[in-house]
């Protein structure tokens, strides 16, 4: 968000008079290198619009601000905001047609990219009781907010969906008196 498209040199006044040199200079191999950068491969994304549909209308989260992409209803590019916002809950990058949006999971983070361009990394938590991977916090914090069943918390434990059934059934048939002992 912070590069902007580097100013071309140019030849100084005096020896425009004098010469017939060509006035516009050309680009350091730095300044080429991050120009290179800015770049948003539309070679590979389509501009279909249906990642930011989907991250507005569908998760009703709103973390992808490409303006680039609907001309109708223009907003700013600014992909810092996916970084304060995103869930990481993949749903862009499953529903994406070209795979120009991608979710992967590396190096203990689940990272989305656009055409390689990170957007979101975020730290991967673990199941307490078997290691399995549940996901981001910010993730597991919306899914259960939204239905209360999945990553439990069993106590102050963070669980996956098989290790708090287990735990539940435990704690159920610890709590269930022995026959001898019913009033
Ligand atoms: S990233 Fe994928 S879903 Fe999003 S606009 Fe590009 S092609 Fe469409
Ligand atoms: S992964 Fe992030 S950007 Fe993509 S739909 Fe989910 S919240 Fe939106």
Known sequence: MTLKRPSMPLLNIDRRRTTFQQVELGYSENDVREEAQRCL??????????????CRDKMGVDALQMGYLDFDHPVPTDFR????????????????PTGAMRMEDKDGARILSLCGTILNQQTLLHCEGC???????RYLDFVQKRTRAVARLAGQRRLCEACA??????????DTPAKGQRT
Not at 81 to 96: D, F, M, Y
């Open 81 to 96: 905001v996916t970084a304060e916002k995103c869930i990481s809950c993949g749903a862009c990058a499953a529903n994406c």
């Open 131 to 137: 290691g399995a991977v549940l996901g981001p916090a």
């Open 41 to 54: 491969r539309c070679d590979i994304c389509l501009r279909c619009g249906k990642c930011v549909e989907i």
């Open 165 to 174: 059934r287990q735990a539940q059934a435990k704690f159920s048939a610890d």
